[in-house]
């Protein structure tokens, strides 16, 4: 897997846990200890690689018979930032000690 797809599957990865924090039900749909590969609709060349790179990880998994579960992601949406109560400041604040 090339390093602009393992950023993505990182990325994912990072967006589904957060998913199934927000919807913890949809975790009923996967059996305990699966193996979850993460696919990506819009980009098939990253889903064929994801699941290459799913079929070699499981050449060495200590569960000979783990279940596997794709999950595919139809959509992000964009990153918005988090940042409330912005100000730009003409002199550095006290706190900042200079």
């Known amino acids: 897997m090339s390093d602009f797809y ?3 599957l990182s990325e994912l990865t990072m967006e589904f846990t957060r998913y ?3 919807h913890p039900e ?3 749909r996967i ?3 699966a193996q979850v590969v ?3 609709r819009q980009d098939p060349v ?3 690689q994801a699941m290459e790179f799913a079929q070699r990880t ?3 998994d200590d569960l000979t018979n783990r279940p596997v579960v794709y999950v595919e992601v139809g959509e992000l949406a964009p990153v918005r930032s988090r940042l409330q109560k912005v100000r730009v400041l003409s002199l ?3 706190y900042a000690g200079v």
């Open 6 to 8: 393992r950023a993505k």
């Open 20 to 22: 199934l924090i927000q």
């Open 26 to 28: 949809f975790s009923e």
């Open 31 to 33: 059996p305990d200890g």
């Open 38 to 40: 993460l696919l990506d």
């Open 46 to 48: 990253y889903s064929l």
């Open 58 to 60: 499981r050449a060495t």
């Open 92 to 94: 550095a604040p006290a």
